[in-house]
């Protein structure tokens, strides 16, 4: 017999299944990021999974109890899948923001995911936002996030990724070695400003050209205002460390 599949808004009764499905994938990731990174600098940067687990749940309990932008999907009455959305105004236009969403690994396969973004643009359409984003992982764990997304109609990204390194005695090895030019590293003086500020607006300028290339004009005026004004930023935040 087909399976009943219906996408609605969570209700108050949701929640528990809600916290369920989410920690149990979030389960999944942070254990694959602490394999990934290594004991110790997993445990520097985000203390242990079980406390990683414990901020995660206060944040997906505060998105299932918002009951407007929160949506469940029910297979035969059973919640197999949960995604959350909240607008919010980028440089003076209302954009939506898809956030936290998971389906029950016992569930997968069944197009719930798809389901639920479609829900959710439904909704940021009705706001009146013009675009939307989302955030998400590059590893391994993350692969059918980011084709799900992209089957939803995200076609524009600009990756990223975090690099971690262990700083610990004996790791000494791994230093850059020096090149034969005479090279010397010292603290930076307020002498040095207007050429670290030269540098720093010369790299930037071309970092926020390419990601204009990228995503298009449009999106990038939404997003990021003008690439003059990406840069200012940046100079000013570099003016902070100077001084």
């Known amino acids: 017999m087909e399976e009943k599949i219906i996408v609605r808004n969570a209700i108050p009764q949701d929640e528990e299944r809600i916290v369920e499905i989410a920690l149990q994938q979030w389960r999944i990731i942070y254990e694959n990021y602490k394999r990934r990174m290594g004991n110790d600098v997993y445990a520097a940067y985000n203390g242990s999974v079980e406390e990683r687990l414990d901020a995660k749940e206060k944040d997906i309990r505060s998105n299932a109890r918002d009951l407007e932008h929160c949506f469940v999907t029910e297979v035969d009455g059973v919640v197999a899948g949960f995604a959350h959305y909240r607008t919010e105004v980028v440089n003076g236009v209302l954009c939506g923001v898809v956030g936290h969403n998971a389906v ?8 719930i995911a798809g389901g639920q973004y479609a ?5 940021m359409r009705a706001a009146g936002c013009v675009a939307a984003k989302v955030h998400t992982g ?8 980011r084709r799900a ?3 939803s109609g995200f076609s524009l990204n600009l990756p990223s ?15 850059i070695k020096p090149c034969d030019d005479v090279v010397t590293v010292r603290q930076a003086t307020m002498a040095d400003e207007a050429r670290v500020m030269e540098i720093a607006a010369q790299q930037w ?3 926020n050209n390419n990601y204009k290339n990228v995503i298009g004009d449009e999106l990038y005026a939404i997003y990021y205002g003008t690439v003059e004004g990406r840069v200012r930023d940046v100079l000013a935040s570099l003016k902070t460390f100077m001084q």
Do not use: F, Q, S
């Open 104 to 111: 029950d690994n016992n569930y997968k396969g069944r197009g």
């Open 119 to 123: 829900k959710i643009y439904e909704g």
């Open 138 to 145: 590059l590893d391994e764990m993350h692969g059918p996030a």
């Open 149 to 151: 997304y992209e089957k």
């Open 161 to 175: 990724i975090n690099y971690y390194r262990n700083l610990k005695p004996g790791d000494e090895n791994l230093e």
């Open 205 to 207: 300028t071309i970092i």
